[in-house]
């Protein structure tokens, strides 16, 4: 079974509107896939209803987002299903398994973008979708992805979701002189492995394609 979430674009009008300035216009800033090849049907569908829900969402300049806030609790009567997740590294049917593939997405396409992490939690076992270093688990009411936009426009998430991929872009509306500050700046994600089970993330600050920084992101241990 195929899904596939596609951007409502009035969406995005209305994002313009409310900034009420016509001269806004999006221009992305990120894109991030994973794949969703070997996920089972439950883990798709999960996926599919978290990404829905924070698909078209809008941070505003200087704001923060919660994953947790916007997708909501993992219930059956919200439409989730029981799908495999990983609890001390075994693989057990749980309410949501799959949310944490959408959450790992965003949190990559966000150090892209040039977003700010505020809270991050790695796996205990490494998910096979990302390299080690590079996931974002989940738990409503235990374990949140949590970002703030360091920029002077809004930013919106958009996502959609194949039979095999996941996808998610980080949307600027800029104007013309933020787009041509933009387009000075380029972020990259670089893995420094410490051991087999223990890795660092760095994000790499360029501007005019000079390194200017050099973040830590974070370091990841696994059991493996």
Request: charged share 20%; glycine share 8%; net charge positive.
């Amino acid at each position: 079974m195929a899904f596939r979430l596609f951007t409502i674009f009035a969406t995005v009008l209305a994002t313009i509107t409310l900034w009420g300035c016509k001269y806004h216009r999006p221009v992305t800033m990120a894109t991030f896939r994973t794949s969703l090849e070997g996920r089972t049907e439950g883990q798709k569908l999960n996926a599919m209803k978290a990404a829905r829900a924070v698909n078209g969402t809008v941070i505003p300049a200087g704001s923060t987002f919660s994953f947790n806030q916007r997708v909501g609790s993992w219930t059956r009567e919200r439409g989730f299903v029981r799908a495999p997740v990983s609890l001390g590294g075994v693989l057990v049917p749980s309410w949501g398994g799959g949310v944490c593939q959408v959450s790992t997405t965003l949190y990559v396409a966000a150090l892209l973008a040039g977003l700010e992490v505020l809270e991050r939690h790695h796996h205990a076992v490494a998910p096979s979708y990302v390299p080690k270093g590079m996931d974002a688990a989940v738990a409503y009411g235990v374990a949140d992805l949590r970002l703030r936009n360091p920029f002077p426009f809004p930013v919106q998430i958009r996502f959609e979701v194949s039979e095999s991929l996941l996808t998610c872009r980080v949307i600027g509306f800029m104007t013309p002189r933020q787009e041509r500050d933009w387009k000075r700046l380029k972020f990259q994600v670089r893995r420094e492995t410490l051991s087999p089970q223990r890795v660092r993330l760095w994000r790499m600050h360029y501007r005019d394609s000079k390194l200017v920084r050099r973040e830590l992101c974070n370091e990841s241990t696994y059991m493996r």
